[in-house]
Nanobody
Framework: QLQLVESGGSLVQPGGSVRLSCAAS????????VAWFRQAPGKEREGVSC??????STQYADSVKGRFTISRNNERAYREMNRLKPTDTAVYFC???????????????????WGQGTQVTVSS
C-alpha cells in the first residue's frame, strides 16, 4: 500500500523558516514526480513546489519563488520554506504520481497519491 505522511508543520514568526518532510512507504520517491500543495481556509488548493520524475525539472508558484525549495531522496520529499509570510499560512500536502512525468507540473489532477497534510501558521 502506498502511503505518504507529512510532518514539520508548526507556528512560526514572519520571516522565519520551516522544513516540511513527506515520508513515503510502499514505494521509492526518487523515481516519481513529487509536489507540495497548500490550502488556506476558504481558498482552493494551490500547487507551490513541484518536481518532475527525473528530478531535473522544477516548477514553483510565483508567490514562493526564491523562498521555497523542493527536494527528495528515495524515502522522503522535503520542502524548505524561508522568509515566511502570514499569507503562507495553510495546510501543506505532499503528492506523488507514479506515472512518468518529465516536465514538472503543479496541476493537482496529475497526482494520484496524497498525504494527510500538515499545518503551517505564520504569525507574530
Amino acid at each position: 500500500q502506498l502511503q505518504l505522511v507529512e510532518s514539520g508543520g508548526s507556528l512560526v514568526q514572519p520571516g522565519g523558516s520551516v522544513r516540511l518532510s513527506c515520508a513515503a512507504s510502499g514505494f521509492r520517491l526518487d523515481a516519481y514526480a513529487v509536489a507540495w500543495f497548500r490550502q488556506a481556509p476558504g481558498k482552493e488548493r494551490e500547487g507551490v513546489s513541484c518536481l518532475g520524475s527525473t528530478g531535473s525539472s522544477t516548477q514553483y508558484a510565483d508567490s514562493v519563488k526564491g523562498r521555497f525549495t523542493i527536494s527528495r531522496n528515495n524515502e522522503r520529499a522535503y520542502r524548505e520554506m524561508n522568509r515566511l509570510k502570514p499569507t503562507d499560512t495553510a495546510v501543506y500536502f505532499c503528492a506523488v504520481e507514479i506515472v512518468y512525468i518529465v516536465q514538472a507540473t503543479c496541476d493537482h489532477r496529475e497526482y494520484a497519491y496524497w498525504g494527510q497534510g500538515t499545518q503551517v501558521t505564520v504569525s507574530s
